[in-house]
């Protein structure tokens, strides 16, 4: 019986080597983004985390290296086909002004979409699920710079959900979002791997809110990746002080079993060698 060849993987970027002018950030990345899984990607400020997300998104050509969208050179699809396919919401985006929160949502269609040829029911539903997804419907007809920076964030999230796209990257989606609104975007994206089998790759800096959600850890220094792996394996003192110098201890909630990071900068300095603070016991 012949065999099936193998589905080629939806995202990967070989040996990528990009940067900025004559300045090199990206160092000879290897990186396969798991189909159907949530992908979280931690690193220091710096670390080049952006710069990975927009060299895969091909918002930035690297310099050395291939990015391959299942499984062809993503230099060599056009425009509209990539966007069909893979959709990025950058960090710190700026919309026109003016613009309501339904035209903002409603410019994720605009791969879909062909002068002679539209599907406006189509458009529409997708937009309104969108809307409800990040919770924004209630703001549909507001300016988008009249919004609070956590309100415009659940807009781009939004967008980037109208654009229906199977592979989606978030460059710190959780920016100006409360504690809870950061839980529900996080239970969201998860939900979206799960259970609709996206592909998501997310850069984040809440470790816990990472550890906590992500099936992939990918921990970058220097250009580099030094780590990657299911949290349960990656995500340790030893590794957090690796890629982040930082002192910490990496416990197990015992409640909700989820790994989560204590921070203890100077704790032995503290016992050892601060004076006791009177009337204070230690
Ligand atoms: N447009 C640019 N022009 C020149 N240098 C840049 C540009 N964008 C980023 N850099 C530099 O590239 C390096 C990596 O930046 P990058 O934004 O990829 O890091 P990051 O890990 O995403 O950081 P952060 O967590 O602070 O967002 C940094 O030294 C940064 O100063």
Excluded at 58 to 80: E, F
Excluded at 233 to 249: E, Q, R
Aim: proline content about 6%; overall charge neutral; aromatic content about 4%.
């Amino acid at each position: 019986m012949p065999s099936i060849p193998a589905k080629p993987p939806r995202l990967t970027g070989e040996a990528l080597c990009a940067g900025y002018d004559s300045r090199r950030v990206l160092d000879g990345v290897d990186l396969t983004v798991a189909e159907g899984k949530l992908t979280i990607l931690l690193g220091p400020n710096g670390s080049g985390k952006s710069t990975l997300l927009k060299t895969l998104a091909r918002t930035l050509t690297p310099s050395a290296g291939r990015v391959y969208l299942d499984g062809q050179d993503i230099h060599r699809r056009n425009t509209r086909e990539v966007a069909q396919r893979l959709g990025i919401l950058p960090q710190g985006p700026t919309a026109p002004e003016g613009l309501t929160v339904r035209q903002l949502v409603g410019m994720g269609r605009f791969p879909h979409q062909r002068l002679w040829q539209q599907d406006a029911e189509r458009d529409a539903r997708a937009i309104r699920e969108a809307m409800a997804h990040a919770d924004v419907t209630e703001f549909a007809e507001r300016s988008v710079d009249a919004l609070s920076g956590g309100q415009r964030q659940r807009c781009w999230i939004a967008m980037v959900l109208a654009q229906e796209t199977d592979l989606i990257l978030l460059d710190e989606p959780t920016t100006f979002l409360d504690l809870k609104v950061q839980v529900d975007l996080l239970e969201l994206l998860s939900r979206l791997a799960h259970e609709h089998g996206r592909t998501l790759l997310v850069v984040l800096h809440d470790l816990n809110l990472a550890a906590a959600y992500a099936d992939t850890l990918v921990m970058m220094r220097d250009g580099a990746i030094l780590r990657q792996g299911a949290p349960r394996d990656v995500f340790t003192a030893a590794n957090l002080k690796a890629v982040f110098d930082l002192d910490a201890n990496v416990i197990r909630d015992p409640h909700s079993r989820r790994l989560v990071c204590v921070p203890t900068p100077g704790v032995h300095a503290a016992a050892t060698s601060s004076p006791a603070i009177k009337g204070v016991a230690p």
